[in-house]
């Protein structure tokens, strides 16, 4: 399945053969210090700079109705944020994951990105738009 927005994400997890747990982690893009004048405009044309994780969470599928939920959430934290990642966390014997089991598996998400390995994680726009990376 092609996932083109944040609702086909939820679609594809209802889906699955066993219950999903979706991890989010939210991401501000920033310029380092001593950038180029380059990296200053691409980063202005929002297509560089680097990803920050500045926030994280975990939801069941039923948890969310759309995406205008999750930003109106993540609004009340008061914490800026670019774009989110999402990954599916799989459930076993009929049984999603519970918040516990999805700590570690968050922590490794949040790791990858700060590494740049983003390839397994399907990041959205604030308008709930998938976004590809080149």
């Not at 053969?17 to 380092?32: G, H, M, T």
């Not at 039923?62 to 774009?83: K, P, V």
Request: charged residues 25%; aromatic residues 8%; hydrophobic residues 45%.
């Amino acid at each position: 399945m092609d996932i083109a927005q944040f609702a086909d994400l939820l679609s594809a997890a209802k889906a699955q053969s066993e219950p999903q747990r979706l991890l989010f982690v939210f991401v501000a893009a920033e310029l380092p210090e001593d950038a180029t004048e380059a990296e200053k405009q691409r980063h202005a044309e929002q297509q560089g700079g680097s990803l920050r994780p500045v926030l994280c969470v975990d939801k069941l599928p039923a948890e969310l109705n759309d995406f205008a939920g999750l930003l109106e959430e993540s609004a009340r934290t008061g914490i800026n944020w670019d774009l989110v990642f999402a990954a599916g966390l799989s459930g076993r014997g009929g049984l999603a994951p519970n918040s516990d089991e999805a700590e570690q598996p968050l922590k490794m998400m949040v790791g990858a990105i700060e590494t740049g390995s983003i390839g397994n994680f399907i990041a959205f726009d604030r308008d709930g738009l998938a976004v590809s990376f080149f």
